[in-house]
């Protein structure tokens, strides 16, 4: 019996450590939320990384969007999501999900530093190159 706990207990170490990021603790919208962040903003900074799950979150709030995050996320052309992310945005994604947020309410939608056209209107706050607007 000794022999078969010893075993099982090895193999989910192993399995802990083959697959780096995912714990038995994080739950699908923190995973989610995070591959999101990590695919717009890998290379920003961890204050873009803040608003842009702002964002998302500010969107599930609204009664214009989903009233889940999956339902957000998943709306076509909106947020990409990759199948990666890093501990950054593992850690955005935990302090938005648990109440933090860097903007506004009525901050709904944002633009890329990579977009290849600005939009017409003002933008409402500027972080780490990206654009956030109410409109």
Not at 108 to 133: H, K, M, W
């Amino acid at each position: 019996m000794r022999k078969w706990i010893a075993i099982i207990a090895v193999a989910a170490l192993l399995a802990c450590a083959l697959v780096p990021g995912v714990s038995f603790t994080e739950d699908r919208d923190t995973v989610l939320l995070a591959r999101a962040i990590y695919a717009l903003a890998q290379d920003a900074s961890y204050d873009a990384k803040l608003a842009i799950g702002t964002v998302a979150m500010n969107r599930r709030d609204s009664v214009w969007f989903d009233d889940t995050l999956d339902g957000v996320l998943n709306e076509q052309h909106q947020f990409p999501i990759g199948s990666r992310y890093d501990a950054q945005s593992l850690a955005a994604a935990h302090e938005v999900l648990s109440g933090r947020r860097t903007l506004d309410a009525d901050a709904l939608y944002y633009q890329s530093p990579a977009a290849s056209r600005p939009r017409d209107d003002s933008p409402i706050a500027e972080v780490g190159g990206f654009r956030f607007y109410n409109r």
